[in-house]
């Protein structure tokens, strides 16, 4: 079965930074659209990051040019290098993917299929 495992959240100050990792199984990361989304309490979910078989990003606004999205294919690993962390950017996060039988490329929006358990990132003032 297809399973996504995050892990590397943690509690941080202000301007620090964190990576988290995206362990995937039964399934090849960088085959698929596949991205971060995140959501606080109170807050609908919100799409971070994505990465498609073409290696083109796309961000939210908020984290454009603090927040890397990124890809280890011989680990089938995905990131999210999180740097100037601010209080906002509190949330739970979760990484997703395409279903295995799609290839389409994010900017088509494909349906995120699989998810991941989420990680808990936490920014103190």
């Known amino acids: 079965q297809v399973q996504l495992v995050e892990s590397g959240g943690d509690s941080v100050q202000a301007g620090g930074s964190l990576r988290l990792s995206c362990s995937a199984s039964?399934?090849?990361?960088?085959?698929?659209?596949v991205g971060w989304f995140r959501q606080a309490p109170g807050k609908k979910r919100e799409a971070v990051a994505t990465i498609d078989r073409a290696g083109d990003t796309t961000y939210t606004d908020s984290v454009k040019v603090r927040f890397t999205i990124s890809r280890d294919n011989a680990k089938n690993t995905l990131y999210l290098q999180m740097s100037s962390l601010k209080p906002e950017d509190t949330a739970a996060y979760y990484c997703a993917a395409a279903a295995p039988s799609d290839f389409r490329l994010c900017r088509w929006k494909p349906d995120f299929i699989v998810w991941g358990q989420g990680t808990q990132v936490t920014v103190s003032s």
């Open positions: 039964g399934y090849s990361v960088n085959s698929h659209c």
